[in-house]
């Protein structure tokens, strides 16, 4: 029993989740639920404010952290989560959805749009959730925020696993 305790552990510390999400007065949720990954055992739980900015590619910062969303979607995340929130501005977790649809779409099936329940999603929306086969869930509060992004990241982990990694008996 020890041992398949042991090989959870080791794939939830192997995996990158990424969130994307409002900042603002919505970034204490964000940061919530990335330390409850964190303390769920998925250690490499970051947002996109986490990584270092020593490199900026480019002078104008709106197109700068446009730029640095987009590298570590592409090339770090193993797991993205958006969440979507009724008391901010979406804009930004949204134009980061479509590049992850439109850019690197494999990407789709590892990852969860985890929206407030007030938030309407509209018809087009909710189209593209269903065509790319993204995992969608609702919350109402931030408790429920945690168990659904960890049950989402849970899930998506085994899929990967089933796919990435082989641990011989």
């Keep these: 029993m020890l041992n398949i305790h042991k090989k959870i552990t080791d794939k939830k510390k192997a995996i990158n989740i ?94 969860a749009i985890i929206s407030s329940s007030e938030r309407y999603i509209g018809s087009l929306l909710r189209g593209t959730i269903k065509l790319n086969h993204i995992r969608f869930r609702e919350f109402s509060t931030i408790d429920e925020l945690e168990k659904k992004g960890y049950s989402a990241a849970f899930n998506i982990t085994k899929e990967i696993e089933a796919t990435r990694w082989y641990f011989p008996p």
């Design 18 to 111: 990424l969130i994307l999400g409002p900042y603002g007065k919505c970034l204490t949720r964000l940061l919530r639920l990335r330390d409850h990954l964190r303390t769920r055992g998925y250690e490499n739980t970051k947002l996109v404010k986490d990584f270092t900015d020593d490199d900026q590619r480019h002078k104008d910062a709106d197109i700068y952290f446009l730029e640095k969303s987009k590298d570590y979607i592409k090339n770090w995340a193993d797991i993205l989560l958006f969440v979507f929130d009724q008391e901010c501005n979406n804009d930004s977790v949204l134009i980061e959805l479509c590049y992850m649809i439109e850019n690197i779409n494999e990407k789709s099936s590892h990852s």
